[in-house]
């Protein structure tokens, strides 16, 4: 069995960073999906890709995948950028702008 072990991004909707403390430890798929000739829905008769396992930190993650003898392949996550304006985009209504408004 093959897996990935990585710690997953925040989404693209929201700029908190809830679950993306934790690591991921996701099957890679063995099997090609097949499409249902009746409902027209793609379907795999492989289930492993349905499990994902979250752990505290990835040594945990790293150390159940060799306990169980599973393959895996580690990810390390992209860090998010530190010149993030500190105003952000309520910055862009203050009343007190220095420069000219327009819309």
Do not use: C
């Amino acid at each position: 069995m093959r897996a990935r072990i990585y710690q997953p991004a925040k989404t693209a909707m929201s700029s908190g960073v809830a679950k993306t403390k934790g690591w991921v430890l996701e099957f890679a798929q063995t099997s090609a999906r097949e499409v249902d000739p009746l409902m027209g829905w793609t379907s795999s008769s492989d289930t492993q890709t349905q499990v994902k396992m979250t752990f505290d930190s990835k040594e945990a993650a790293m150390d159940y995948a060799e306990a169980n003898g599973i393959e895996a392949v580690v990810q390390d996550p992209n860090k998010r950028r530190a010149n993030i304006r500190a105003g952000g985009y309520g910055e862009n209504f203050a009343t007190n702008r220095r420069g000219a408004w327009t819309h």
